[in-house]
């Protein structure tokens, strides 16, 4: 382990050298961040999975920058460029930037003007041009004329030379830095409409005519212009006040008045406009990306998670509909463990034979509660289902089926159901959403679940990693039950993957359930440290062993054994019994391995074995008569779930097939920061529609109480005077209160 990484990150994290160092060591040894965090608290002195993870990813950046400085270091010596000066600066860089400033200058590259101009024998001229020590005259540089090496001229001489001391500025490290400085700082994204775009662009038309300070852009906007460039509908680019750029170079490389430093300033300037600035516009671009990917994608994982530890109905007999006009409703029932028991379609231009079915499937297969999928014709289908005269015990719930198609078209719903078609597994889907989201949706790819924005323009790599954190830790939260798991939700357990999840499948057909977790020794290559990983995440009901149905690891049975022993009592009566457990000393059963965390960890778990993290469930239904964007009037008061929270505010189910939008300054009567700490995933709100644009498909909606319509916004601001453009653009950076990055480019300039 690389003593120098772990003292940065203690100091970067500000936490105890011990504590890094355990987590370093365990993830070394191959131990998961949910088995860090829950069971090696003593260790870590109980660091939380956040800051486990920011351990992993820190390490893996600076194993990354280790890498790329054994390679520079490399092709300097290969190239005959390392000097002792230049390996410690390699080896001394702290960032990626810095590294790669400090290679630049030796770094092979295509031949450009100034290698030309050196091949021409330029580079003596130029060195002398840049000393500005008074000595330069025109005589001198004649001495440079060489027809036979096409410098036919003293102005082809000078032209040469100036190329050689722009590629140098461009080259230099503290140039580079002060540049990229204001770029980041007081760089303008410009974007503007391509040329006969307008009419096909309109989704981008906030952006037809743009500007706006890189450092205060927030995520979305940056993503978006992004996008609309890419489609070729906007043009994108940036820069900072090209007078203070110009004159930093100036003040580095310009040292006098003479003919030689007027020479030096012409090289300035072009260096500024052919070099300089791409160099720094490209950077910048991408320090931008990444800052907007970074808060994208952290955005995307908080509602990942709320949606995946979304309340459950629980193990009911559930009736499954997906709706449709056309095709019909494709119906199915399921038992209690979710198993597929019968289906049928029906259809609501039959509203007799439609209800006959229905009844009759409720009867048969006991139906406690209707799971219908938010598509199209749901709301429809919904009014049918509740005028048929079900049973007051049937609760009928319209579930967000977003990624359903997804799943009934994947080779995990292939498998499960090989003899139904898609619209089947869609149903079954949906249903099975309503008795458990976590163990329905880990099966979907997380992208496909309709909880982010454009996720398909932020890094891949990135977010497949923040993604598949997210599905690890809910999954581990909550834990798994072994003997009712699919293989999909068991890949995800602690310590587990396909191969052993599939193992684990195959022994549990062959075998039957497990009746204690020791059983899962016997699973084929699950070994020591699997089962070491996975244990305590696994969860057996109503068997021989009450901890199997636990959260305590099979590590610490003794423990609770022993406690049972000292108390003359069963394991049993000390999971039942509430004065029995109060009578235990904990501070008796620490031992060098096991300390005070884990022990009131155990005692914690023994008064609610296998607790159920997730809220209770509550039963909601929209707005009855509204069931289309075309039903909607200014200042109604309607129901609806949160869909999805973005950086400027929220997305609202309200029932009409189209989510509407409460803007982040509609969230609240005060002011709020973060869209996060007011509304998360499937939260239930009451909202006030403002405005419904059907044109443009936009619906804009209020939390705020008292909220006023935009009919009476739009008189009130038709008395007040229009400010101009520049003001207007700032006074929307304000309105959007998006969250603010303190010093968000921190990580490259911070470091320096």
């Given at each position: 382990?690389?003593?120098?990484?772990?003292?940065?990150?203690?100091?970067?994290?500000?936490?105890?050298?011990?504590?890094?160092?355990?987590?370093?060591?365990?993830?070394?040894?191959?131990?998961?961040?949910?088995?860090?965090?829950?069971?090696?608290?003593?260790?870590?002195?109980?660091?939380?999975?956040?800051?486990?993870?920011?351990?992993?990813?820190?390490?893996?950046?600076?194993?990354?920058?280790?890498?790329?400085?054994?390679?520079?270091?490399?092709?300097?010596?290969?190239?005959?460029?390392?000097?002792?000066?230049?390996?410690?600066?390699?080896?001394?860089?702290?960032?990626?930037?810095?590294?790669?400033?400090?290679?630049?200058?030796?770094?092979?590259?295509?031949?450009?003007?100034?290698?030309?101009?050196?091949?021409?024998?330029?580079?003596?001229?130029?060195?002398?041009?840049?000393?500005?020590?008074?000595?330069?005259?025109?005589?001198?540089?004649?001495?440079?004329?060489?027809?036979?090496?096409?410098?036919?001229?003293?102005?082809?001489?000078?032209?040469?030379?100036?190329?050689?001391?722009?590629?140098?500025?461009?080259?230099?490290?503290?140039?580079?830095?002060?540049?990229?400085?204001?770029?980041?700082?007081?760089?303008?994204?410009?974007?503007?409409?391509?040329?006969?775009?307008?009419?096909?662009?309109?989704?981008?038309?906030?952006?037809?005519?743009?500007?706006?300070?890189?450092?205060?852009?927030?995520?979305?906007?940056?993503?978006?212009?992004?996008?609309?460039?890419?489609?070729?509908?906007?043009?994108?680019?940036?820069?900072?006040?090209?007078?203070?750029?110009?004159?930093?170079?100036?003040?580095?490389?310009?040292?006098?008045?003479?003919?030689?430093?007027?020479?030096?300033?012409?090289?300035?300037?072009d260096c500024y406009k052919r070099?300089?600035?791409?160099?720094?516009?490209?950077?910048?671009?991408?320090?931008?990306?990444?800052?907007?990917?970074?808060?994208?994608?952290?955005?995307?994982?908080?509602?990942?998670?709320?949606?995946?530890?979304?309340?459950?109905?629980?193990?009911?007999?559930?009736?499954?509909?997906?709706?449709?006009?056309?095709?019909?409703?494709?119906?199915?029932?399921?038992?209690?463990?979710?198993?597929?028991?019968?289906?049928?379609?029906?259809?609501?231009?039959?509203?007799?034979?439609?209800?006959?079915?229905?009844?009759?499937?409720?009867?048969?297969?006991?139906?406690?509660?209707?799971?219908?999928?938010?598509?199209?014709?749901?709301?429809?289908?919904?009014?049918?289902?509740?005028?048929?005269?079900?049973?007051?015990?049937?609760?009928?719930?319209?579930?967000?089926?977003?990624?359903?198609?997804?799943?009934?078209?994947?080779?995990?719903?292939?498998?499960?159901?090989?003899?139904?078609?898609?619209?089947?597994?869609?149903?079954?889907?949906?249903?099975?959403?309503?008795?458990?989201?976590?163990?329905?949706?880990?099966?979907?790819?997380?992208?496909?679940?309709?909880?982010?924005?454009?996720?398909?323009?932020?890094?891949?790599?990135?977010?497949?990693q923040s993604l598949d954190d997210?599905?690890?830790?809910?999954?581990?939260?909550?834990?798994?039950?072994?003997?009712?798991?699919?293989?999909?939700?068991?890949?995800?357990?602690?310590?587990?993957?396909?191969?052993?999840?599939?193992?684990?499948?195959?022994?549990?057909?062959?075998?039957?359930?497990?009746?204690?977790?020791?059983?899962?020794?016997?699973?084929?290559?699950?070994?020591?440290?699997?089962?070491?990983?996975?244990?305590?995440?696994?969860?057996?009901?109503?068997?021989?062993?009450?901890?199997?149905?636990?959260?305590?690891?099979?590590?610490?049975?003794?423990?609770?054994?022993?406690?049972?022993?000292?108390?003359?009592?069963?394991?049993?009566?000390?999971?039942?019994?509430?004065?029995?457990?109060?009578?235990?000393?904990?501070?008796?059963?620490?031992?060098?391995?096991?300390?005070?965390?884990?022990?009131?960890?155990?005692?914690?778990?023994?008064?609610?074995?296998?607790?159920?993290?997730?809220?209770?469930?509550?039963?909601?239904?929209?707005?009855?008569?509204?069931?289309?964007?075309?039903?909607?009037?200014?200042?109604?008061?309607?129901?609806?779930?949160?869909?999805?929270?973005?950086?400027?505010?929220?997305?609202?189910?309200?029932?009409?097939?189209?989510?509407?939008?409460?803007?982040?300054?509609?969230?609240?009567?005060?002011?709020?920061?973060?869209?996060?700490?007011?509304?998360?995933?499937h939260q239930k709100v009451n909202?006030?529609?403002?405005?419904?644009?059907?044109?443009?498909?936009?619906?804009?909606?209020?939390?705020?109480?008292?909220?006023?319509?935009?009919?009476?916004?739009?008189?009130?601001?038709?008395?007040?005077?229009?400010?101009?453009?520049?003001?207007?653009?700032?006074?929307?950076?304000?309105?959007?209160?998006?969250?603010?990055?303190?010093?968000?480019?921190?990580?490259?300039?911070?470091?320096?």
């Amino acid at each position: 382990m690389n003593q120098a990484h772990i003292a940065k990150i203690v100091k970067e994290l500000n936490v105890n050298e011990s504590q890094i160092q355990a987590v370093a060591d365990l993830l070394e040894q191959g131990s998961t961040i949910p088995f860090i965090a829950r069971y090696r608290k003593e260790a870590t002195g109980s660091l939380d999975e956040v800051v486990v993870t920011a351990v992993r990813d820190r390490l893996s950046q600076l194993k990354e920058l280790d890498s790329r400085k054994e390679t520079i270091l490399k092709s300097l010596e290969q190239n005959g460029h390392l000097t002792d000066q230049l390996k410690e600066s390699v080896e001394s860089a702290e960032t990626m930037t810095v590294l790669e400033d400090i290679y630049l200058p030796y770094k092979p590259k295509k031949r450009t003007k100034a290698t030309i101009a050196k091949e021409k024998g330029l580079e003596p001229l130029a060195c002398s041009l840049l000393e500005q020590d008074g000595t330069y005259s025109d005589e001198y540089a004649a001495n440079f004329i060489d027809p036979e090496k096409g410098v036919d001229s003293l102005e082809d001489a000078l032209t040469g030379a100036r190329h050689i001391i722009a590629e140098t500025i461009n080259e230099d490290p503290e140039a580079r830095f002060r540049m990229r400085n204001l770029y980041l700082n007081k760089g303008v994204f410009k974007c503007s409409v391509a040329a006969g775009r307008e009419t096909e662009g309109v989704k981008y038309k906030d952006y037809f005519d743009w500007e706006e300070p890189v450092n205060l852009a927030p995520s979305h906007r940056i993503l978006a212009m992004r996008r609309g460039e890419k489609e070729d509908i906007l043009n994108l680019n940036i820069s900072p006040p090209e007078d203070e750029a110009v004159d930093i170079l100036k003040n580095l490389f310009i040292k006098g008045e003479g003919p030689d430093s007027r020479q030096v300033e012409l090289a300035v300037l072009d260096c500024y406009k052919r070099l300089m600035s791409r160099s720094m516009e490209t950077e910048t671009r991408l320090a931008a990306k990444e800052r907007a990917d970074a808060e994208a994608i952290r955005v995307f994982a908080e509602n990942l998670r709320e949606l995946l530890l979304s309340p459950p109905l629980g193990a009911k007999r559930v009736m499954g509909v997906d709706p449709g006009f056309r095709t019909g409703c494709k119906v199915i029932c399921l038992d209690r463990q979710g198993k597929l028991l019968h289906n049928d379609t029906i259809y609501l231009h039959q509203p007799e034979k439609a209800a006959i079915t229905i009844k009759k499937m409720c009867k048969d297969y006991k139906v406690e509660a209707i799971a219908i999928g938010n598509g199209t014709a749901s709301r429809e289908t919904e009014a049918f289902f509740k005028e048929i005269s079900l049973s007051d015990e049937i609760n009928i719930i319209v579930v967000n089926e977003s990624g359903a198609s997804v799943y009934s078209a994947s080779e995990v719903a292939r498998e499960e159901f090989p003899d139904y078609d898609l619209t089947v597994r869609g149903s079954v889907s949906i249903a099975r959403r309503l008795m458990d989201p976590l163990s329905e949706l880990v099966k979907i790819d997380p992208k496909s679940i309709g909880v982010g924005q454009y996720q398909h323009d932020v890094d891949q790599t990135a977010l497949k990693q923040s993604l598949d954190d997210v599905v690890i830790s809910c999954v581990n939260k909550v834990g798994v039950d072994l003997n009712r798991a699919s293989f999909p939700l068991l890949t995800y357990v602690s310590g587990l993957g396909p191969q052993l999840a599939k193992n684990i499948v195959a022994y549990r057909d062959e075998n039957g359930s497990f009746k204690s977790r020791t059983e899962l020794k016997k699973v084929k290559r699950l070994g020591p440290k699997a089962f070491e990983q996975c244990a305590g995440f696994l969860r057996i009901n109503n068997g021989p062993n009450p901890l199997d149905a636990s959260a305590v690891h099979p590590e610490s049975y003794h423990i609770v054994k022993q406690m049972a022993k000292d108390m003359d009592c069963t394991v049993s009566d000390l999971m039942k019994l509430d004065d029995l457990r109060k009578q235990i000393d904990v501070n008796k059963y620490v031992t060098d391995t096991i300390g005070i965390p884990t022990l009131k960890d155990i005692l914690d778990e023994l008064a609610k074995p296998g607790r159920d993290p997730r809220e209770k469930f509550e039963i909601f239904s929209f707005a009855s008569g509204i069931e289309k964007p075309e039903d909607l009037r200014n200042g109604m008061i309607l129901p609806g779930i949160v869909t999805n929270v973005t950086a400027f505010g929220a997305f609202i189910d309200i029932g009409v097939h189209q989510d509407g939008l409460v803007h982040i300054s509609e969230l609240a009567d005060r002011f709020v920061k973060d869209p996060a700490d007011v509304v998360k995933i499937h939260q239930k709100v009451n909202v006030t529609v403002l405005d419904v644009d059907l044109e443009r498909k936009r619906i804009s909606l209020s939390m705020k109480s008292g909220a006023k319509p935009a009919s009476e916004t739009k008189s009130e601001q038709r008395r007040t005077p229009k400010p101009d453009k520049k003001i207007s653009v700032h006074k929307k950076q304000k309105q959007d209160q998006n969250k603010p990055f303190n010093n968000p480019f921190a990580d490259i300039l911070g470091k320096m």
